[in-house]
Each structure stands twice: as structure tokens, then as C-alpha cells.
């Protein structure tokens, strides 16, 4: 098999799961699964009774079943949780030196689930996206993905120079760490004190050395030819290629380059600075993917005449059947679009990350300021916190989307609260898996896509209401899918489980 046209994009948390990277790569192309918060996602589907069985028959092979057993004990509800009640928590990712903790077990173990459904019953390739900045549990979650057998990984929304090193240790079950990246504001000197670091050791798993993994290949996403040739001559290992990610793409974006504009409807000008020199992608001599708007078959010729090895699509497949968002949620996007409404805008304080995040407009969703304003600040999963050293030397966490009391008591500006949308909470009510609060009250949705939203609409044929990753694939390749004349999942190698 090849090197794949078509990327689909990694899209957390859990809207590219193992159903969607599994359909994808049946296909023929690199299916992605992601592994933000996917520890949360785990103990979540647990406590929803995981009804086909199939989250358990996955942690069934799992090689270190003590750790298994313990975390079904603690989650896992065989008949889901009692009518308006709240999900058991996963621990918070902190920095806890060499000690193993619960929450790496559980990123591990996600991260295994998840790639192990997606590689299951056919010979596709299926890699794992991480976000750079969600850096605590990053390390656990790269050696389960790789023992689930991972064959890429893509890396954004920073500069994962670290990795490629990690994964080379990870490969060989060896301890692999990261530099925390602290808050530069309380760096003052940073050379004066020992930076701390995010360490993972897989003995402490029940690693015992054993069979080398394959080490996958690492493919870093960004937003300029700079970065690319930085990572390329500077990382802590090799890199297979990149992917190429411009500002109209969902999810996160890169901020403009230089001094921030913003348009009269306060969104971030992008300009000539913001656009890649595919020459020098080119010159670089790694194969490259061309990410943000390409979503068509005519934006795939483009990309290959550019000399790209081909696409990464994430708007079309995040709103087809197999993707994870919550059925009701993608059906009434797709509504509005037909409807010809429907808008994004990219959003430059919803994000605690201070990235520009793209929001889709949809009633009685985050995107609307009131329904917003009406919620109670609340920071319990804690992904998305920055690192900053507190006066006594000790590593303390902070984000700007808590409760702003909190915040500033942490030594955080209340300036920067302002906007700041819970997107741990919010993303994962996208995928039906949203906590619900004493009183019975639930955390709302917020949903992103590219600027091309409105393309989805192509995809449907006519008296269909949903389309599947067949359609997307077929849709990108210029061929014609194969009309199974149902509304059903349309996954071709196995039954929908
Ligand atoms: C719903 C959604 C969630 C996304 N989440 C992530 C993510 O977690 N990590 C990431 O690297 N990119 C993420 N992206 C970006 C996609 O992987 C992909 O690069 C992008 O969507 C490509 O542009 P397009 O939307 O115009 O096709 C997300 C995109 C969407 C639509």
C-alpha cells in the first residue's frame, strides 16, 4: 500500500474516533483517530454501559491486564449511570516526576482502545493526533497508541521538536520525557533553575522490555515553511513529512504572523505573511500534506500539481454518520446549511489556548453569548491549564477559562478570562458525553468547523439527510461511492458495533 492521498484529519476530542479512522482507512487512506482527553473519553463510555461491548473486548488485549481490571473496577457500570447523574471523574493530569499515576494509565489505555478499533479487521494505515500544548499526558498516550500498533503520528498547536525523540525510547519501552512548558512569564531566568519535565516509564506499567515496538512515523503539523525546516534540522529524531495547515481549517488555528488585526467583526486578519512558500516545503525533499479548505476533488489536484503527497480533510468527515459528534448535533448543523445558514467565525478569545478556534453558530450552544454568559465557571478537566511557577519554586496549573477569582489568586490577568470558553467541557458534550451538574443542569456544546462548512451540503445526495466517509472519500478522489441505499454506517469491512 502506498503513501495515502488523503489525510483525515485528526479531530479531538473524539469526533475522528476509531468508527471514522476505521472507515477511512478500510478505504484505503490514512484514517486518524485522536487522542485528546481520550483518558476522560474512556471513563466516560465505561460509565455509559459501553452497551456493544466492544470498549471491553479492546482493553481485553491489552498487554497489562492487572491496570485493566483496576479500571474497570473503578468506572466501568454495566447498566450506565442513573438517570441525571453525573460522570466519575478521570484524575487530572499533573506533573508527578517518575511516579505512575492513574491518569497516565488511562491516557495509555484510551489511547490503546482507540487505535486498536480503528486498525481492527483490515490492512489500513490509522495514526494518532495530539495537540503539542495538551502536554501531560502526551507520552502515555503515544506508547499505547503504539502498542495498539500506531502507524503515524500528527502533532500540532505547537512545536513538538521532543517527540520524534520519545518516540524513538517509547519504541523500545525505554523512560521518555518532555520539557513542561512553563508560563514565560514566571520564567525569569530560565536557565537559572532545572526546567521540570513530563516523564512516562513504561516498566511501571508492566513493561518488561520485551519485542521493540514499531516506532510510527511522526508527522508534525504546521503553519509555515520556517517551522518546518526548524523541526526538520532540530528535532530530537526523525521526521516522515508534514502537514501543512492553513487558517481556514477547523479546529485550532496558528495566529497571524506579526502584529495582530482584527476585522471589523473582531476576527484575526490572516495576510501575505500567514501564506506558506511551497517551494520551499518542497525543497525540504519530505512529503508533505496540504490542510485548511482543500476538501474538494479539485482542491486535491491543486495540492498535488503543488507537489504536495496529497490532503488533510478534517470539516466534510467531522459532519458525516461515522464521525463522533452526537447524531442530533450534526443533524441540526446540517439542517441550517440546507437552510443556507449556518456561519463560522474564528474566534480569537474562545480558546484558553489564546489560538484563534473556530465556532459554528448553532442556537443554545456556546456560540451564543447568552447561553455563554448563563454558565458557571467551572474547571474540572483541566487539559487545556497552563503550567507557571508559583512563588515557592513548585509547578502550579492555571487556565484562563476557570473561575476568574481562581485565576488571578494563581497569579493569572483577569484581562485574560475574558471570552475564555470551557472547551474540555464543551467538546466532549459535542460527542453526547457531556457532564451533568448538581440540579441536573448539563454542559453545553460548542462546535467547530473549517470556513468551508457550506461544502458539506455537496456531499448529500438528493433525499438523503446524512452522508458517509465513502461519500467524503469518494467526493475528494473524483470517483463515485458505492451507494449502499441506506442511511445506515456505512463501515465496509465490519458490521457497525
Ligand atoms: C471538528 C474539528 C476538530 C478538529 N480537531 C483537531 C485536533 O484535535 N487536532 C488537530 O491537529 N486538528 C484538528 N482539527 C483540524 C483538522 O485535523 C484538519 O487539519 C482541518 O480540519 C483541515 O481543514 P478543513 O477543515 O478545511 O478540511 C479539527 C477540525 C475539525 C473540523
Redesign the pocket.
Known amino acids: 500500500m502506498g503513501i495515502a492521498k488523503i ?7 473524539a ?2 474516533d476509531w468508527r471514522l479512522a476505521r472507515a477511512v482507512a478500510s478505504y484505503g487512506q490514512l484514517g ?1 483517530v ?1 487522542g ?1 482527553g481520550i483518558d476522560t473519553v474512556l471513563v466516560r463510555r465505561l460509565q455509559d454501559g459501553d452497551p456493544a461491548g466492544v470498549i471491553r473486548r479492546a482493553m481485553a488485549s491489552f498487554p497489562f491486564q492487572d491496570l485493566v481490571r483496576s479500571v474497570l473496577h473503578q468506572y466501568f457500570l454495566p447498566d450506565g449511570r442513573a438517570p441525571g447523574k453525573g460522570y466519575k471523574l478521570a484524575p487530572r493530569p499533573g506533573v508527578t516526576g517518575r511516579r505512575p499515576t492513574l491518569q497516565q494509565a488511562l491516557a495509555m489505555l484510551g489511547s490503546y482502545v482507540e487505535v486498536f478499533l480503528a486498525k481492527e479487521g483490515h490492512p489500513g494505515k490509522v495514526g494518532i ?3 503539542t500544548k495538551v502536554q501531560l499526558p502526551n507520552l502515555a498516550s503515544l506508547y499505547g497508541a503504539m502498542l495498539a500498533g500506531v502507524d503515524y503520528v ?4 505547537g512545536i513538538p521538536r521532543e517527540i520524534p525523540g520519545a518516540l524513538d525510547r517509547l519504541a523500545q519501552h525505554l523512560p521518555a520525557k518532555l520539557k513542561l512548558d512553563l508560563s514565560p512569564a514566571e520564567r525569569t531566568d530560565p536557565d537559572a533553575t532545572e526546567v521540570p519535565t513530563v516523564d512516562f516509564v513504561p516498566e511501571n506499567f508492566g513493561a518488561d522490555g520485551g519485542r521493540p515496538l514499531e516506532r510510527p512515523a511522526f508527522l508534525p ?1 504546521v503553519a509555515s515553511h520556517s517551522l518546518a525546516g526548524v523541526l526538520q534540522k532540530k528535532a530530537s529524531g526523525s521526521i516522515e513529512g508534514f ?1 501543512v ?2 487558517p ?5 488555528n496558528a495566529p497571524p504572523r506579526g502584529k495582530s488585526t482584527y476585522d471589523e467583526t473582531g476576527q484575526p486578519v490572516y495576510g501575505e505573511r500567514d501564506l506558506v512558500d511551497l517551494e520551499k516545503m518542497r525543497d525540504l525533499g519530505l512529503p508533505f500534506w496540504l ?5 474538494s476533488h479539485e482542491g486535491l489536484e491543486e495540492a498535488l500539481a503543488q507537489g504536495a503527497a496529497g ?8 459532519y458525516c454518520r461515522e ?1 463522533g ?1 452526537a447524531t442530533e448535533l450534526k443533524a441540526r448543523v446540517l439542517d441550517q446549511l440546507v437552510a443556507g445558514r449556518g456561519t463560522v467565525r474564528t474566534d480569537p478569545r474562545a480558546s484558553p489556548t489564546g489560538f484563534p478556534f ?1 465556532v459554528v453558530s448553532l442556537d443554545g450552544s456556546l456560540s451564543d453569548e447568552a447561553v455563554y454568559g448563563a454558565r458557571r465557571r467551572i474547571c474540572d478537566l483541566g487539559y487545556l491549564r497552563e503550567a507557571y511557577q508559583t512563588t515557592d519554586g513548585s509547578v502550579g496549573f492555571r487556565c484562563p477559562a476557570e473561575p476568574v477569582e481562581d485565576y488571578v489568586r494563581k497569579g493569572g490577568d483577569a484581562a485574560d478570562t475574558v471570552g475564555r470558553k470551557c472547551l474540555c467541557n464543551a467538546l466532549l458534550a ?1 460527542i453526547g458525553a457531556g457532564q451533568v451538574r448538581k440540579g441536573g443542569s448539563r454542559e453545553l456544546p460548542l ?6 462548512l457550506a461544502t458539506v451540503t455537496r456531499l448529500l445526495r438528493p433525499g438523503r439527510s446524512t452522508y458517509g466517509a465513502a461519500d467524503v472519500l469518494a467526493f475528494l478522489l473524483g470517483t463515485t461511492a458505492p451507494d449502499d441505499g441506506t442511511q445506515a454506517e456505512a463501515v465496509p469491512v465490519l458490521s457497525a458495533n
Do not use: C, R, W
Not at 489525510?7 to 476530542?13: C, E, H, Y
Not at 500528527?154 to 498547536?157: E, S
Not at 490532503?311 to 467531522?318: D, N, S
Open positions: 489525510i483525515q484529519g485528526g479531530m479531538g476530542v469526533v475522528s486518524v485522536s485528546t493526533n495530539l495537540l500528527l502533532m500540532g498547536a503539523i502537514v495547515e492553513g481556514t481549517a477547523g479546529g485550532h490542510a485548511g479548505g482543500y476538501g490532503i488533510q480533510v478534517g470539516t466534510l468527515f467531522a464521525s459528534i473556530k459535542d462546535l467547530t468547523s473549517g470556513d468551508d
